[in-house]
């Protein structure tokens, strides 16, 4: 299920990023990205957003999507194009904290998200304000599990800052204050055992 955020996100960017391309609502996420040529994403990046969104993205991954983006110096767009995107990547990023960790992975999304190169604190405040909810599940699931996406190949120095900020006196603190009731029974001493006594986390 998608969430209303996300879906007022993605109206605010088809009104940001229109496009006069009759069937590309049709298309398949492969056929939107051949499109998607240097100069050309702002025609289809409403598309390309929307397969995200939807989870319709085949064997692509959203990463590939912040790629074209940064390739096209996304940041220095017009301010309205620049608040549309990133409005839509905070959307995506609430809706992945407080889904069901079964439906989908938090760490793995955040790997993603990486590729827009904004500041790692745009996503970690959140995941923290989340602890008491879902977010708990997902950033147990993240210190216990880690992430093997691929979108974290060529982001590692992120993952190790995000896996050092995992045994922070902040985190450490909103589990057990606030987080550990969202855990499975069992959990919580485990995740210590992970932030507190292991040397490699």
Not at 108 to 114: E, F, K, S
Not at 133 to 145: C, E, K, N, S, T
Not at 171 to 187: D, E, P, R, S, Y
Request: proline share 4%.
């Amino acid at each position: 299920m998608i969430s209303r955020p996300l879906l007022d996100a993605l109206d605010a960017l088809r009104i940001e990023f229109p496009t006069s391309r009759a069937l590309l609502g049709d298309l398949a996420a492969d056929a939107v990205f051949a499109l998607a040529s240097p100069g050309e994403v702002d025609a289809v990046l409403h598309r390309l957003l929307e397969l995200a969104t939807h989870h319709d993205l085949a064997d692509r991954y959203a990463y590939e999507i912040f790629d074209l983006l940064v390739a096209e110096d996304w940041k220095t767009w017009d301010m309205p194009a620049v608040q549309a995107i990133s409005a839509w990547a905070d959307a995506w990023w609430a809706t992945a904290l407080f889904a069901d960790e079964d439906a989908l992975n938090a760490g793995d999304i955040l790997g993603q998200l990486t590729h827009l190169d904004l500041p790692m604190t745009r996503w970690l405040t959140p995941w923290l304000e989340a602890i008491d909810g879902p977010g708990a599940q997902h950033l147990a699931r993240f210190i216990v599990d880690g992430s093997d996406h691929p979108a974290w190949s060529s982001r590692r120095d992120e993952y190790k800052q995000v896996k050092a900020w995992c045994k922070s006196e902040t985190v450490v603190n909103g589990f057990t204050m606030i987080g550990g009731v969202h855990l499975a029974k069992g959990q919580l001493a485990q995740i210590l055992d992970r932030v507190i006594v292991a040397p490699g986390l």
